[in-house]
C-alpha cells in the first residue's frame, strides 16, 4: 500500500490549485466530507464551522495571500465552496475551539551525527482511523527552481515535507491554555510557508513568530547546508513561540506536549492524554537506535506498543468513538541532503526496507 502523489509543475498559486482541485476533485471532496463528519461529532453547531473557516481565510490573506488564492483555486477545481477548503487548511484550529479530545498521538525522532552528516529524522503520524484515505506525498515548486515535497492530506497545503535548500520539518499536535476560538493563521500554512520560504531554522523561526495563531503544535525544523546540520523543535501557540534545541548529544525529540519551560506552564494535552510523557521517555532511552543511518532503523527504534509500553506505534481501538479513536497511518523520514521524503503507509511494526515510498 502506497500513498497517492500529486505533481504540480504550475508555478503559481491559482494555476497550481486549480489544477489540483480538478485533478483529485473526489478525494479533495471526500476528504472534506469526512472532517464535516470529524468536526459535527466533536460538537460544532449549524454554520460554526463555514463561520470559523472565512476568518482562518481571512487571516490567511492578510498573513499569506497567495496561500489564500492557492485555497480558492483548489476550492474552484474541485467544486467546493473556499470556506469548505478553509476547514482542512484550519482543521487544528476548529477542533481547538471545540475542545475536542482525542487529538494527536505523533512522536519525532531529530539526531545530527555530526562530521559533516546531514539531521537523521524519523516521526509517526497518528489520525483517526476513518481518514485513512487523507494523506497523499505532494510535490510542487512555489517559485521556479525551488521544489518542495510534502506528505499531507487533500486540500491541505503542506504538513511534513522537506525543500530544495536542505531544510525540513516534522509536525505534531500540542494543545495550550492560550488556545481560543478567535480563529487565526493555520498552523498547517506555516508549516507550508516555512517550506516555501525558509532556507534555515533562523528563517523558519522569523516566519512562525509573524503569525498570529489560535492553537498550538510544534514544527521541528532541520537543516543542512552541506557541512552542517541544524535542527530546532519550534513550539507555537497563541502565548508566543519558543524555540527547543538539540541537547549535548545532538538528539531532539518531541512528542505532544510542551518542552519549553515557560510555554510548559500552560500544557493541555499532556493533561488529557499523559501517554505523551511515557512516549517521549522511550524514545529517550532508544536515543542510539534513532539515530542510525537507515531510515528502517530509526523507524524500528519507535516500535512500541500499549498497553505494556508506550504506544508510540498505534492501532485503532474499535471500542472508541471515531472522533477519538487514534491510529499510526504513516511513519515519515526525512533525507534533507537529497530533498527526498520516505514515507511508509501505517506504523512502524509494518516498516521494511522494502516498504518506503521516495519522493
Avoid at 472532517?35 to 473557516?53: K, M, N, T
Wanted: negative net charge; hydrophobic residues 45%.
Amino acid at each position: 500500500m502506497t500513498f497517492p502523489v500529486a505533481h504540480s509543475p504550475e508555478s503559481g498559486p491559482v494555476d497550481r490549485g486549480r489544477a489540483f482541485g480538478t485533478r483529485w476533485r473526489t478525494e479533495v471532496r471526500a476528504t472534506a466530507a469526512r472532517y464535516d463528519e470529524l468536526f459535527a461529532a466533536s460538537g460544532a453547531g449549524p454554520g460554526q464551522v463555514r463561520d470559523w473557516s472565512l476568518r482562518a481565510l481571512d487571516r490567511t490573506a492578510a498573513w499569506a495571500p497567495d496561500q489564500a488564492r492557492e485555497i480558492a483555486a483548489i476550492a474552484e477545481g474541485a467544486g467546493l465552496r473556499p470556506w469548505q477548503v478553509a476547514a482542512l487548511n484550519a482543521r487544528t484550529e476548529i477542533l481547538a475551539a471545540l475542545r475536542a479530545g482525542g487529538e494527536g498521538e505523533c512522536s519525532t525522532a531529530v539526531t545530527l551525527p555530526g562530521a559533516g552528516l546531514p539531521p537523521r529524522t524519523v516521526q509517526t503520524w497518528d489520525w483517526h482511523d476513518r481518514l485513512r484515505e487523507a494523506p497523499l506525498l505532494w510535490e510542487y515548486e512555489p517559485r521556479p527552481g525551488h521544489r518542495v515535497r510534502t506528505f499531507t492530506e487533500f486540500g491541505v497545503l503542506a504538513k511534513i515535507g522537506v525543500n530544495g535548500a536542505g531544510l525540513g520539518v516534522h509536525f505534531n499536535i500540542l494543545r495550550h491554555a492560550s488556545d481560543h476560538a478567535d480563529i487565526g493563521v493555520p498552523v498547517h500554512l506555516v508549516a507550508r510557508r516555512i517550506l516555501d520560504e525558509a532556507a534555515g531554522v533562523g528563517d523558519a523561526l522569523e516566519i512562525a513568530w509573524s503569525a498570529r495563531t489560535s492553537a498550538s503544535t510544534v514544527i521541528t525544523v532541520v537543516a543542512f547546508d552541506g557541512e552542517r546540520a541544524t535542527a530546532k523543535s519550534i513550539e507555537v501557540c497563541p502565548a508566543g513561540v519558543a524555540a527547543v534545541p538539540v541537547d549535548a548529544g545532538g538528539v531532539l525529540l518531541h512528542s505532544n506536549h510542551f518542552l519549553d519551560p515557560a510555554l510548559a506552564v500552560g500544557e493541555r494535552l499532556g493533561t488529557e492524554r499523559p501517554g505523551t510523557y511515557t512516549r517521549l521517555k522511550h524514545m529517550e532511552d532508544r536515543t542510539g537506535d534513532l539515530g542510525a543511518a537507515d531510515a528502517t532503523g530509526r523507524a524500528h527504534a519507535m516500535l512500541s506498543h500499549g498497553p505494556d509500553g508506550a504506544p508510540v506505534c498505534a492501532h485503532a481501538d474499535p471500542a472508541e468513538e471515531f472522533n477519538v479513536r487514534m491510529e499510526t497511518l504513516a511513519t515519515i523520514a526525512l533525507d534533507v541532503a537529497a530533498g527526498r521524503l520516505l514515507a511508509h503507509r501505517g506504523g512502524p511494526c509494518q516498516v521494511t526496507a522494502s516498504t518506503w515510498q521516495v519522493l
